[in-house]
């Protein structure tokens, strides 16, 4: 499948990485090695995103953060009261950033714009490409079905890529829902461990050793998002595809793991 080459919008000239201390199987050294490679630009890897910018009032981000999640997946337009539990939460959190609490679900382009309201206005450019890994799960609503999905990646300045987001945002496969309903109709929980081993490999899992190689596509995402305005592919087996469930994602990423010929040739954008 192929498309017609895209309208450059900008020149980016370095990307810059921030480290997830909660996922030590994410190899940042590797991803900026492959960026390197792939795009001739300067890559530059840093500490995790509020640690490198610095935290002014640890008590009011705590509860900036803790505004940010999404109580009611139905509505886009809500208020999202910050409970003294939830602000605990962000504020042990931001003090230990290998911390990881599942199943939150954040609002992402509120996520991003706090985010962005940290960086300096000289790296605040379509120049400069920030990718900040989080683990915190990024959700945005979709006007079409009326309802937040959880997403891998939310790219604008910065971009967003969520190490929970990778596991529960691209759908499982279908026969693993059947399994788990299978075992409801028992009245039995489900054993999280037997099913994985049913399925093992069929999806990304939390610390999985493939994070990386996956990852690496979800970056030349967040790159594309400068460089042509729009971060994704209608090619299945290019890494620009917006896999919707898990079996696409690891089919762009892990068995394909390349761009499709007209994405392929906007690179190296740095030469």
């Known amino acids: 499948m192929t498309s017609s080459r895209p309208r450059t919008l900008a ?13 030590p199987a994410l190899d ?9 490679d792939a795009t001739n630009l300067y890559v530059e890897t840093r500490p995790e995103f509020f640690s490198h910018h610095g935290v002014p009032d640890l008590e009011d981000l705590a509860q900036q953060l803790a505004h940010l999640k999404v109580k009611d997946l139905y509505h886009e337009e809500q208020e999202f009261p910050s409970l003294l539990g939830d602000v605990d939460i962000e504020r042990r959190l931001l ?3 290998r911390k990881r609490l599942p199943g939150i679900l954040y609002d992402g382009f509120r996520l991003q714009t706090l985010m962005r309201s940290f960086l300096p206005e000289a790296e605040r450019t379509l120049r400069t490409v920030h990718l900040a890994f989080t683990p915190r799960l990024i959700s945005t609503f979709d006007s079409g079905d009326r309802v937040y999905h959880a997403r891998v990646i939310v790219c604008g300045l ?5 190490t929970s987001g990778v596991v529960e945002g691209p759908a499982k496969p279908k026969a693993f829902y059947m399994a788990k309903r299978r075992y409801s109709a028992m009245g039995v929980t489900p054993p999280t461990e037997v099913l994985k081993e049913e399925f093992e490999g069929q999806f990304i899992d939390y610390d999985d050793e493939r994070l990386t190689e996956v990852f690496k596509g979800y970056a030349l995402q967040a790159l594309f998002f400068h460089l042509v305005g729009d971060p994704f592919c209608a090619d299945p087996a290019c890494r620009l595809f917006n896999a919707h469930w898990q079996e696409e994602m690891l089919g762009a990423q892990i068995h394909s793991a390349a761009l499709c010929d007209v994405h392929a040739e906007l690179l190296p954008v740095g030469s």
């Open 95 to 97: 003090l230990d950033p």
């Open 11 to 23: 020149r980016p000239q370095r990307i810059v990485l921030y480290e997830e201390p909660a996922t």
């Open 28 to 36: 940042l050294n590797e991803l900026a090695d492959y960026l390197r």
């Open 158 to 162: 910065p971009a967003l890529a969520s």
